[in-house]
């Protein structure tokens, strides 16, 4: 469980970053097609 604990913070920061990265990727092409 300690191990689990120390991962935990790593797992939530990279399916965080994933999740913006998607975001960033909508937003360009949405802007390109509006442009």
């Not at 797992?11 to 949405?30: C, D, E, K, N, Q």
Request: proline share 3%; net charge positive.
């Amino acid at each position: 469980m300690k191990m689990f604990n120390g991962k935990l913070p790593w797992i939530i920061a990279g399916v965080l970053g994933v999740l913006v990265l998607l975001a960033y990727i909508m937003v360009l092409m949405s802007s390109e097609v509006n442009a």
